[in-house]
């Protein structure tokens, strides 16, 4: 089969793999039909995340037919389609049982790589480096779908590959952040960032009861989506000299209740502390440029929230635990527990409640995915979201 694979530091091609086959009896194999490009692909791409493998098949977010099943799969048959979450999740240990399926214990074989980074080890994740498991991702004709029955939901008919295709990640992954917010009545949030999470982070938290949403870029035409589908206020980086200043102006003085950080560990700074963080990067002294996650700290009201879909690898410097602490913050964060969300956002998705592949802007082929991931990061070409077709 096709598959997108990675060889080192933004170096990807599109080659021949051998096709996967059923490994345990609770997998299934998943014909895909449509995936997409993540920007936590490009944390990969950019070589920041660790334990990447020359050879490694990328991809996290697909959707296709089931072509095969293991004995011990009860929910699927061949024929059916789905969509499948990314964390990989087998649905009865402790954390599986407490719907905290993004770290479920036993689908990590790689656990104790992950233990000694991070003291405890999450979930495994599709195509998502070896310290997350070394699972083979979706970007790629087929793909082995460990716990089936677990991971995989059936798409009705009267939803499109385009429009179930979000529910394996940035949606679920926009709402549990908004959801993490605990958001009041009256009550106004901010979002930096306004790539595919922000622009589902903007839409759930209005879903979630928010007054205002006010959403942060300095993408011009993301900003434009952020105001015209979301329906936000939006401020610029680019034309004010203190993000923080401009917020609380924007809030009465005392700053957002909530703030999400839909940026994570590549954020873009300006001046000296984008100039610190770049070189501390390179230099191996920090792996992560957590502006985005300083600003979102200073920014938000005296106990309010900070909620971080954004993904952080390792160690970041200079983060502000004196405002945390002083300030009575509350920090929330997480890969999103997608399976957790599934029932519920595809029936908002049924309902016409909203429509996800409002986000999308590049359709292309999987054999066009390397040049793709270039795009997609450079954000050339009004690029938002890219899905692509084996
Ligand atoms: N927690 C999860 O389960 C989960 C799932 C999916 C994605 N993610 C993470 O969410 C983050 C966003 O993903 P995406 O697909 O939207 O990526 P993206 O790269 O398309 O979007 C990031 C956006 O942040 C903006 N940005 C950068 N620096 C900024 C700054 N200082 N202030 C304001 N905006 C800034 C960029 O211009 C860009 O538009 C990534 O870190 C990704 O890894 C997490
Ligand atoms: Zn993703
Ligand atoms: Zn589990």
Excluded at 225 to 237: H, K, L, N, S, W
Excluded at 268 to 288: C, M, N, P, T
Aim: hydrophobic letters at 40%; a negative charge.
């Amino acid at each position: 089969m096709k598959a997108n694979c990675w060889h080192g530091k933004t170096h990807l091609e599109v080659e021949e793999k051998p096709d996967p086959t059923i490994v345990e009896p609770t997998d299934a194999i998943v014909r895909v039909t449509l995936t997409a490009i993540c920007g936590s692909d490009l944390h990969l791409y950019d070589g920041v995340i660790p334990t990447m493998e020359s050879g490694d098949i990328l991809g996290h977010e697909f959707m296709g037919e089931i072509v095969e099943t293991g004995g011990g799969v009860k929910r699927h048959k061949k024929g059916d389609r789905v969509v499948v979450a990314f964390p990989i999740s087998c649905g009865t240990c402790y954390f599986c049982t407490k719907t905290l399926f993004s770290l479920c214990e036993r689908s990590n074989p790689n656990a104790e790589m992950a233990a000694k980074l991070w003291g405890h080890s999450p979930a495994g994740l599709f195509g998502y480096s070896h310290l997350l498991g070394g699972y083979a991702g979706g970007q790629a004709e087929y793909v082995r779908v460990p716990f089936a029955d677990v991971g995989a939901f059936p798409v009705p008919e009267s939803v499109t590959d385009e429009q179930a295709l979000f529910l394996s990640d940035i949606f679920p992954t926009g709402y549990m952040a908004a959801e993490n917010c605990n958001i009041q009545k009256d009550e106004t949030v901010a979002v930096f960032g306004c790539g595919p999470v922000g622009q589902f982070a903007i839409k759930s938290a209005y879903m979630l009861g928010a007054e205002r949403v006010i959403a942060i870029d300095r993408v011009p035409e993301r900003l434009a989506m952020a105001r015209t589908q979301g329906g936000a206020e939006t401020i610029d980086t680019d034309d004010v000299d203190d993000i923080n200043a401009a917020l609380a102006e924007k809030t009465s003085g005392r700053g957002p209740d909530a703030v999400i950080d839909a940026v994570g560990m590549e954020a873009h700074a300006d001046g000296f502390e984008g100039v610190y963080d770049r070189v501390k990067q390179i230099a191996k002294l920090e792996s992560d440029r957590p502006a985005v996650l300083r600003d979102a700290i200073m920014s938000v009201r005296n106990g309010g929230t900070v909620s971080v879909p954004g993904v952080y690898g390792g160690l970041v410097d200079k983060f502000p635990a004196g405002a945390f602490v002083n300030r009575n913050l509350t920090l929330k964060s997480g890969q999103t527990h997608v399976q957790r969300y599934m029932p519920l956002l595809l029936e908002k998705i049924v309902a016409g409640e909203i429509d996800p592949s409002f986000v999308i802007t590049h359709r292309i082929k999987l054999a066009d995915a390397p040049a793709a991931y270039e795009t997609f990061r450079d954000k050339k070409d009004g690029c938002i979201k890219v899905v692509m077709t084996p």
